[in-house]
């Protein structure tokens, strides 16, 4: 499909997709970072959740709360980034601390455990929405800025666009490692015990967050004998592990990811004097006016 469209955009005199905004670096840059900022986004707001219920046995209220500075956090740093960026000698800069602060955050969470303070999981999750609050509003300003007026609307559809589609691939990738982790390690951990109808609930993670599920569990398995807390701690074990191996994937992505910043063109903000109408009739009648300063961006034709 993507072969057909290739040959059917190149003979279009006036192409829905441009050709020649993927041959820009600096914009090819940017579609790419875009891409595995998706996967690394999406990735962490489907699977830390699943963790911080799942694998540290916390109820949802509790890691709702634990997770909403994460997104908090978001709208915090885009609100910074718009007041500093102008004032930088080199915006780039804030790409690579995004990446950087992402980096940390989601490294760090390879390491937590059910034992980890929850103020430390606060503490990594302001770090990650700072992280994202630096790059996603830069990756649409250096993108627009690179690609002029005539490029603006596509260039913006784009780094969306590939933003999803990296998102899709990100929950479906990490999705797959952690489902094939979790439940081979789960069937190492009740291969001890004789065959029963119990084994295919445990291999479900859906029992690891449902309290009443874990309940009958637990009863079933003292009809049988056995210790159903013992198993449900396995799978939380198995879980935990799971989610943390594809969180390292999820790290490897970004380093690739903060690699591209070095490919994009240094992005310059010049002072625009514009005139401004005074308000007021006595300023309107003599034509006096007020002039005034703002930024804004260097647009390419």
Known sequence: MFVLLYFWEKRCVDPLLPLDMFRNKSLAALFVMSTLLGFAMFAILFYVPLLLQGGFGQ?????????TPLVM????????????????????????IGHALMIVSFASLVFVGRSTPEWVLIVVFVLGGLGLGFVI??????????????????????????????????????GSLVNYYYVRQVGEAIAAYAHGSWMPLLKDPQILMNAVDQQKFGVQLHNLGLDGGVLIDAGRAAMESSIHFGLVLVVLVLVGAIFGVRKVERV??????TSVAVAGTSNRSDGKRRRGRRY?????D
């Not at 913006?156 to 589609?165: K, V």
């Open 59 to 67: 109820t949802p209220q509790l890691a709702g709360l634990l997770i």
């Open 73 to 96: 956090f978001i709208t915090v740093a885009s609100v910074f980034n718009s007041r500093i960026l102008v004032r930088l000698p080199n915006p780039n800069i804030m790409l690579y």
């Open 137 to 174: 509003p830069n990756l649409t300003v250096f993108g627009q800025e690179i690609a002029g007026r005539s490029h603006l609307g596509i260039a913006t559809a784009l780094l969306q666009s590939t933003r999803m589609i990296g998102g899709m691939l990100g929950v479906a990738i990490i």
């Open 268 to 273: 310059r903000f010049v002072r625009h004097v």
């Open 296 to 300: 804004l961006p260097s647009r390419k």
